[in-house]
């Protein structure tokens, strides 16, 4: 059973609520996904990324690559979060369609 967090979420922006809505639906802790990631990364590091408080390149393709997403799906919205289960075809008539909004 995993404990709730005792730090308050404030920063509700990609790519940090999107680590912590993908952590959470694989039932990863923080200490278990910095675990995860390849070479493994400190959990404080997961934590400062989910708080949107700094994070590199680096970290963030072994983070997406633990959480089998790729680093560009961590960027979006949040209303979004279905992206990952739309058709392909879905998918590829979006993508094309946010240049031309």
Known sequence: MQR??????????????NVNRLRNTLGLSQRALAEKC???IEHTTVRR???NLGFTQDTL??????LGVQ????FL????AAWP?????????LAES???A
Do not use: C, F, M, N
């Open 98 to 100: 946010i240049p031309r």
């Open 61 to 66: 393709e072994r983070v997406a690559r633990a």
């Open 49 to 51: 990324l989910e708080h």
């Open 38 to 40: 390849h070479p493994t």
């Open 4 to 17: 709730p967090s005792v730090y308050p979420y404030t920063i509700k922006e990609p790519p940090g609520v």
């Open 85 to 93: 289960t739309l058709p392909l075809k879905v998918r590829k008539r």
């Open 77 to 80: 919205p949040p209303e979004l």
């Open 71 to 74: 680093v560009y799906e961590l």
